[in-house]
């Protein structure tokens, strides 16, 4: 789903529901009034867990607790219901969990298993319908160590809750926007961030994973010890072993100067031109962060409407950037303060609920293709009122500037898999799609999903023909369509397939755990 989403709309300070994680007590076996005993669920896969002595954490769907648990996926059509769930503490029961069900029945039977750390991934990619789930939700701790100027995060965390954590140290880290996004997705695809002009993605501020391989070993992937894996998870998803634990290097907490602002899209031209300078800006102002978005929500105004987001993370409210031809601009409305990321996080959050169809993509900085992309934006909107109750969806078009220093950033701190290194073109993010009310009916999600990509085929011929299209496609936001890891570049989709075949060389990762993006499907 569009994870952005969360970030802009949220950002706006739309209503703020958080899905709380649930208290131990709710976790509890099957018991007689089920009507089967405990330990003989009947089904094979939850019975090797609860062999293992992993039975008070799991939910099955006759748990009063197994519905709040799946309602906690952010968008209603990833809300699977596999056979049951299983919730582990620490690195230890992950290890005993994945290695319960890998061997149960020897893998016989047609089903699988799903990860997931906070629930906000593209359907399929962190949920199961036939097997079991390895929900990480409980696994939320961060902590600092000011000895090593490092932050240990566990993946079932949400940003808004690392940053909490940290802020009462002094500290922050390169992580999420939206403080409802989980750890674990968004540091194994890359992470875009505030302190990306300075720090990279947030991946590359990962100094250390601990990971349990598919055979119940943990092992640790640094620069030092294991430093092919290491390089391999910086970007490389789902691919080698679950991750228990992030080490990531903490820097100052300082207050941000954070912008919001609405416009009329009569003023697109302007907007675009400055989008288009703030992305060549060089490095001397990288602590400047920029979203815009163009969307249609017929609840709060019948036209397309621009939100931007203007973000300084050193605290500097008059920051000399491309951004002052916005605030030029007569706003519809205007907020800026001064706030913690801490405080960013918490409000950022969007109620759940939707369903969500997106894809993205990735194209020179030029002022023409932004403004054709809004244009397809535009027809897109026509389109779905043409299907859809305009009240029942709302639309979103991203624009992220991706300067070429960022690629660069990565490359010295010891290299990820993205392959931004190697595109020497200052670039756009885009991100678009649709959020349907899910009381319009699966057919109109199913409208939303297929005008969704229409319009990014029509956004992409477009690109082909003015030669803007650069390739890379930003894995957070892709669709199950598309395909993220082959755009890494020959070198390290080879590097990902190696260290898939030398740390997972059953492939349990490719075939027990399809979810995800996985390199055995890259051509």
């Given at each position: 789903?569009?994870?952005?989403?969360?970030?802009?709309?949220?950002?706006?300070?739309?209503?703020?529901?958080?899905?709380?994680?649930?208290?131990?007590?709710?976790?509890?076996?099957?018991?007689?009034?089920?009507?089967?005993?405990?330990?003989?669920?009947?089904?094979?896969?939850?019975?090797?867990l609860?062999?293992?002595?992993?039975?008070?954490?799991?939910?099955?769907?006759?748990?009063?607790?197994?519905?709040?648990?799946?309602?906690?996926?952010f968008?209603?059509?990833?809300?699977?219901?596999?056979?049951?769930?299983?919730?582990?503490?620490?690195?230890?029961?992950?290890?005993?969990?994945?290695?319960?069900?890998?061997?149960?029945?020897?893998?016989?039977?047609?089903?699988?298993?799903?990860?997931?750390?906070?629930?906000?991934?593209?359907?399929?990619?962190?949920?199961?319908?036939?097997?079991?789930?390895?929900?990480?939700?409980?696994?939320?701790?961060s902590?600092y160590?000011?000895?090593?100027?490092t932050?240990k995060?566990?993946?079932g965390?949400?940003?808004?809750?690392?940053?909490?954590?940290?802020?009462?140290?002094?500290?922050?880290?390169?992580?999420?926007?939206?403080g409802?996004?989980?750890?674990?997705?968004?540091?194994?695809?890359?992470?875009?961030?505030?302190?990306?002009?300075?720090?990279?993605?947030?991946?590359?501020?990962?100094?250390?994973?601990?990971?349990?391989?598919?055979?119940?070993?943990?092992?640790?992937a640094?620069?030092?010890?294991?430093?092919?894996?290491?390089?391999?998870?910086?970007?490389?998803?789902s691919?080698?072993?679950?991750?228990?634990?992030?080490?990531?290097?903490a820097?100052?907490a300082?207050?941000?100067?954070?912008?919001?602002?609405?416009?009329?899209?009569?003023?697109?031209?302007?907007?675009?031109?400055?989008?288009?300078?703030?992305t060549?800006?060089?490095?001397?102002?990288?602590?400047?962060?920029?979203?815009?978005?163009y969307?249609?929500?017929?609840?709060?105004?019948?036209?397309?409407?621009?939100?931007?987001?203007?973000?300084?993370?050193?605290?500097?409210?008059?920051?000399?950037?491309?951004?002052?031809?916005?605030?030029?601009?007569?706003?519809?409305?205007?907020?800026?303060?001064?706030?913690?990321?801490?405080?960013?996080?918490?409000?950022?959050?969007?109620?759940?609920?939707?369903?969500?169809?997106?894809?993205?993509?990735?194209f020179?900085?030029?002022?023409?293709i932004?403004?054709?992309?809004?244009?397809?934006?535009?027809?897109f909107?026509?389109?779905?009122?043409?299907?859809?109750?305009?009240?029942m969806?709302?639309?979103?078009?991203?624009?992220?500037p991706?300067?070429?220093?960022?690629?660069?950033?990565?490359?010295?701190?010891?290299?990820?898999?993205?392959?931004?290194?190697?595109?020497?073109?200052?670039?756009?993010?885009?991100?678009?799609?649709?959020?349907?009310?899910?009381?319009?009916?699966?057919?109109?999600?199913?409208?939303?999903?297929?005008?969704?990509?229409?319009?990014?085929?029509?956004?992409?011929?477009?690109?082909?023909?003015?030669?803007?299209?650069?390739?890379?496609?930003?894995?957070?936001?892709?669709?199950?369509?598309?395909?993220?890891?082959?755009?890494?570049?020959?070198?390290?989709?080879?590097?990902?397939?190696?260290?898939?075949?030398?740390?997972?060389?059953?492939?349990?990762?490719?075939?027990?755990?399809?979810?995800?993006?996985?390199?055995?499907?890259?051509?």
């Open positions: 789903m569009l994870k952005t989403w969360v970030v802009a709309a949220t950002l706006s300070r739309l209503a703020m529901v958080s899905a709380e994680i649930l208290p131990l007590s709710t976790l509890m076996v099957r018991n007689s009034s089920s009507g089967t005993a405990v330990g003989s669920s009947g089904v094979l896969p939850c019975d090797a609860e062999a293992a002595g992993l039975g008070d954490r799991l939910l099955f769907p006759t748990d009063p607790g197994y519905e709040p648990q799946v309602a906690t996926w968008s209603t059509n990833t809300r699977m219901r596999p056979y049951c769930l299983v919730l582990p503490q620490n690195t230890e029961e992950v290890s005993a969990a994945l290695t319960a069900l890998v061997n149960a029945n020897n893998g016989a039977g047609d089903w699988h298993i799903a990860l997931k750390s906070g629930g906000h991934g593209v359907a399929g990619s962190n949920n199961i319908a036939n097997g079991v789930t390895i929900d990480l939700s409980h696994m939320n701790a902590s160590d000011p000895q090593t100027n932050a995060i566990q993946p965390g949400r940003w808004k809750n690392v940053y909490a954590d940290l802020d009462k140290q002094g500290v922050t880290v390169t992580g999420g926007r939206d409802d996004v989980g750890v674990g997705g968004f540091l194994l695809g890359g992470g875009n961030s505030f302190f990306s002009g300075r720090m990279g993605f947030g991946c590359d501020s990962v100094v250390n994973f601990e990971v349990v391989l598919a055979n119940g070993t943990i092992v640790n640094s620069n030092t010890t294991n430093p092919d894996l290491w390089k391999a998870l910086k970007g490389g998803s691919n080698f072993g679950i991750v228990t634990q992030f080490e990531m290097e820097i100052p300082r207050d941000l100067a954070y912008d919001l602002r609405f416009l009329s899209s009569n003023y697109s031209d302007t907007v675009v031109d400055a989008v288009v300078e703030f060549n800006q060089n490095q001397s102002l990288a602590d400047n962060h920029l979203i815009t978005y969307a249609f929500n017929a609840t709060r105004s019948p036209e397309i409407f621009i939100g931007c987001i203007n973000v300084n993370t050193q605290g500097d409210l008059n920051a000399p950037t491309a951004f002052n031809k916005v605030k030029a601009l007569p706003a519809l409305s205007n907020a800026t303060i001064l706030q913690s990321m801490a405080d960013a996080a918490e409000g950022s959050q969007l109620p759940s609920g939707i369903s969500g169809a997106s894809s993205t993509l990735f020179r900085n030029d002022p023409q932004l403004r054709n992309c809004v244009e397809i934006h535009a027809d909107v026509e389109a779905l009122k043409r299907s859809i109750d305009p009240a969806f709302t639309t979103m078009l991203f624009f992220q991706i300067p070429t220093y960022l690629g660069q950033i990565g490359k010295q701190r010891g290299g990820n898999m993205l392959g931004l290194d190697n595109i020497h073109s200052n670039a756009i993010l885009w991100t678009a799609g649709a959020a349907v009310d899910p009381a319009a009916g699966e057919a109109a999600f199913a409208v939303a999903q297929a005008e969704t990509y229409v319009m990014t085929a029509k956004t992409e011929a477009m690109l082909q023909s003015l030669n803007g299209d650069l390739g890379f496609r930003y894995l957070n936001y892709a669709d199950a369509s598309q395909d993220p890891l082959g755009s890494y570049g020959a070198a390290n989709i080879q590097h990902i397939r190696n260290m898939a075949a030398q740390y997972d060389p059953t492939g349990v990762f490719q075939n027990r755990i399809p979810g995800g993006f996985k390199i055995s499907r890259v051509a």
